[in-house]
T-cell receptor, first 111, second 111 residues
Framework: GQNIDQPTEMTATEGAIVQINCTYQTSGFNGLFWYQQHAGEAPTFLSYNVLDGLEEKGRFSSFLSRSKGYSYLLLKELQMKDSASYLCAVREVNYGQNFVFGPGTRLSVLP | DSGVTQTPKHLITATGQRVTLRCSPRSGDLSVYWYQQSLDQGLQFLIQYYNGEERAKGNILERFSAQQFPDLHSELNLSSLELGDSALYFC??????????FGEGSWLTVV
């Protein structure tokens, strides 16, 4: 089985930095993914970690600690367009190499 | 544009009816995934196919079935529809499994 937790909602100010946490419990872990989803739209890929450490991609960075079952997504220089849901997903090998998604964190960026 | 095509984009049907949702994966992708997203809910994994064969099954109801054809397109069949089946149904595809790319989704409303 698998269990993925994220905060339900977060609020931040334009230009600030926000960190969205994700904890997971799973067997056959084979990667942690972050997706962004605007309401009513398709999720779009942001970032991917398979080894421990930080992956940086422009204003977005993602961190993984496999021993702690923990990841975070860091968004810098927040813009209004960053208001969206952020989905943490675990790829599992013993689940058909499948992607299991967390409940998502709804981020509101305020002016 | 992710390259994953889903039809129809919107569908309204009555309880008890049957519908078919269609997905064309990105060129070259062998894996197809189906997800259900109800209002304000996370992405729920339904089923995965790889090169025509069922690879993994999630919480898919017995009233629902899917298949992947030799040309790699996939169809999700939903029968004996209930009001609670109203949701956004996403198809996603992958080649190596390093990430999955989502289509725009099919909005199903059951009345």
């Amino acid at each position: 089985g698998q269990n993925i937790d994220q905060p339900t909602e977060m609020t931040a100010t334009e230009g600030a930095i926000v960190q969205i946490n994700c904890t997971y419990q799973t067997s056959g872990f084979n990667g942690l993914f972050w997706y962004q989803q605007h309401a009513g739209e398709a999720p779009t890929f942001l970032s991917y970690n398979v080894l421990d450490g930080l992956e940086e991609k422009g204003r977005f960075s993602s961190f993984l600690s496999r021993s702690k079952g923990y990841s975070y997504l860091l968004l810098k220089e927040l813009q209004m367009k960053d208001s969206a849901s952020y989905l943490c997903a675990v790829r599992e090998v013993n689940y058909g190499q499948n992607f299991v998604f967390g409940p998502g964190t709804r981020l509101s960026v305020l002016p | 544009d992710s390259g994953v095509t889903q039809t129809p984009k919107h569908l309204i049907t009555a309880t008890g009816q049957r519908v078919t949702l269609r997905c064309s994966p990105r060129s070259g992708d062998l894996s197809v995934y189906w997800y259900q997203q109800s209002l304000d809910q996370g992405l729920q994994f339904l089923i995965q196919y790889y090169n025509g064969e069922e690879r993994a099954k999630g919480n898919i109801l017995e009233r629902f079935s899917a298949q992947q054809f030799p040309d790699l397109h996939s169809e999700l069949n939903l029968s004996s529809l209930e009001l609670g089946d109203s949701a956004l149904y996403f198809c996603a595809s992958s080649s190596t499994g390093n990430t999955i790319y989502f289509g725009e989704g099919s909005w199903l409303t059951v009345v």
